[in-house]
């Protein structure tokens, strides 16, 4: 007879007083590793019980054990406490949900044990029953928890993935239950056990079907008994398409797609897409660990078009662009881009706009070079440079508007020389003077230059509060006088052609306001050429340094400070 629980069976054994083989059921119960300890305990009673009677010790009343047989639960219940408790554990990541099934199911292996599994279909019939009843228990709590307190609603993907994973662990069980089934079949002939009618005598036939699924190590397949045996045979020497197959490949692409954290959404829209291939899925999964990426759906999605696109698409995440992309991207190198922000600029950029974006980071240093006189700002500056990139990857295409027409990169600039500022007013007024209540009025590049010209033209600096109550208008015919004195002093002339373009001269940033004169702009070249240890003379005039464009950054690089102020 087929042993379903063993417990039960030793007590009945007992009861008719087949004293050694109930001691051997008791043994099984004791020797397994998923008996319960009270399971363990009473089998060891008995047990106790068997020896001392055939010593005997003790005399038996053999009508006791009878009363304490228990009929096999057909009851699934347990199960679907099991999952329901797992559902409403705090287990959130895959590994969690994983750790607490396996510390949970080792309490239920027996009664798993109890199901009586004849063929696949059996099983699968198992599994779809469980699936629902497991749903429906959970949604009963959760309606019962929303009546008494706040409740959540009930989570499909979370429980696809607890059902998932519990599938997954108890199979293995299911199937070892399921061979011994077969192998007892086998050896007494008990076909009637698989409850088939049209099964009734254990032919040569039907005995090879068994022994070959023993080999497999796998479910039976009832069709198998009512095809030709070259059919069953073609199907047993199978590798590959077999239902043993596809389930070995279905749990290792679950593998992968937990590794790479997919969501549950992702990881069941990939597992019945039968285009997707393992083969392919590891192919692409090794080449992004290569490349230390971590595989994303979208990978596996292109993966479905081809692996080479899957593996373009790889490389892009991994900082490598292809085709004219990347014929883009080294050309932001080149301009001297970092590598990830040349990256994502040429991937999200469109094709047609390339250009802009470099002609604009472009224009932007040569705007800083051309305009440095009044700036300050080395073009060199690795913060100027790497903020005008950051502009670059937030506003691609339209970067040159905010730049230039926005008014982006004089704040850029501005910004950045405000640490030049501060030294200059705490070298003039003192280490304190940053914690005046009017220092922001200070702090400005207007103030800055007013500073410059009593420096160079004047005998003394104002006071602060004097300096502030100077204002743009009322500074104009002060430079003008101080322009006059020092063009006479050094004795310098400058021709009316070079006058007339440096008036005419607008800057791209649009610095200049209402009261700016070409002669406050000459002595802004000026006044940066002194603070680089340079004497102004008409020969140095001569060079160039006042016609617009000219690269006073070149001229004076090596010669003293970055800058004296």
């Known amino acids: 007879m087929f042993i379903y629980d063993t417990m039960s069976q030793g007590l009945e054994l007992l009861a008719r007083r087949e004293l050694q083989d109930a001691e051997n059921m ?5 020797n397994d590793p998923y008996s319960q300890p009270e399971e363990t305990k009473q089998a060891k009673k008995y047990l106790n019980d068997i020896r001392d009677c055939k010593k005997g010790d003790k ?12 009929k096999v639960s057909t009851s699934l219940d ?14 959130s990541s895959y590994a969690e949900i ?7 199911i080792p309490a239920i292996v027996n009664r798993l044990k109890q199901i009586k599994i004849r063929d696949i279909s059996a099983r699968d019939k198992l599994f779809a029953g469980l699936e629902k009843s497991g749903a429906r ?13 706040e409740g959540v609603d009930f989570d499909k993907w979370r429980y696809k993935t607890v059902f998932r994973k519990f599938v997954e662990q108890v199979n293995p069980f299911l199937l070892e239950r399921h061979l011994e089934l077969l192998d007892y079949i086998l050896a007494t002939g008990e076909i009637n056990l698989l409850e088939d009618p049209k099964l009734t005598v254990l032919t040569p036939k039907y005995s090879w079907i068994i ?9 039976l397949l009832r069709s198998y008994f009512f095809k030709a045996k070259s059919e069953i045979e ?44 393992y083969k392919t899925l590891e192919e692409i999964h090794g080449f992004a660990n290569n490349m230390n990426l971590v595989l994303m759906p979208r990978d596996v999605s292109l993966a479905l078009r081809g692996v080479e696109k899957a593996k373009d698409h790889i490389r892009e995440r991994g900082g490598f662009l292809m085709g004219n992309r990347k014929v883009f991207q080294d050309g932001l190198l080149e301009l001297g881009f970092s590598k990830k922000n040349s990256y994502v600029i040429a991937k999200q950029a469109k094709r047609s706009n390339n250009h802009q974006i470099q002609e604009a980071f472009k224009l932007a240093l040569q ?6 006189a009044w700036y300050r700002i080395p073009p060199d500056s690795i913060k100027m440079k790497n903020e005008i990139e950051n502009q670059c990857v937030k506003h691609l295409s339209t970067v040159r508007i905010h730049l230039f027409e926005r008014g982006r990169l004089n704040k850029i600039l501005l910004q950045e020389g405000k640490k030049l500022i501060r030294n200059y007013l705490e070298k003039v007024y003192g280490d304190t003077v940053s914690e005046l209540h009017c220092y922001f009025r200070l702090e400005t590049i207007h103030q800055y230059y007013k500073l410059k010209f009593f420096q160079y033209h004047e005998e003394s600096v104002p006071s602060v509060s004097e300096l502030i109550k100077i204002s743009r208008k009322e500074f104009k015919p002060i430079l003008l006088k101080g322009y006059d004195e020092f063009i006479k002093k050094k004795r310098l002339q400058i021709s009316s052609k070079i006058y007339k373009e440096i008036a005419d001269k607008t800057s791209v940033t649009l610095w200049e306001d209402a009261y700016v004169t070409p002669e406050e702009k000459i002595l802004l070249r000026f006044w940066f050429l002194m603070d680089h240890g340079m004497t102004i003379t008409q020969k140095v005039i001569d060079r160039g340094v006042l016609n617009p464009g000219f690269d006073l950054w070149g001229c004076i690089n090596g010669q003293g400070e970055v800058c004296k102020s």
């Open 367 to 372: 705007v800083a070079r051309d305009e440095i």
């Open 211 to 219: 022994e070959s699924t023993l080999k497999k190590q796998w479910f």
């Open 234 to 277: 073609a199907q047993f020497k199978k590798k590959e398409g077999t239902r043993k197959y596809w389930e070995e490949v279905k749990y290792k692409k679950i593998k992968i797609f937990e590794e790479c954290n997919f969501s549950e959404p992702n990881i069941q829209k990939f597992l019945f897409i039968d285009k997707l291939n």
């Open 98 to 104: 994983d750790q607490e099934l396996f510390s949970r």
């Open 26 to 30: 008791f043994l099984i119960v004791i």
């Open 78 to 91: 347990y199960i679907d406490d099991l999952i329901a408790d797992v559902y409403c554990s705090k287990a």
């Open 137 to 149: 228990l959970i949604r009963k709590r959760l309606q019962e928890k929303k009546v008494g307190e």
């Open 59 to 70: 005399t038996l009343d053999f009508d006791v054990y009878k009363g304490l047989i228990k």
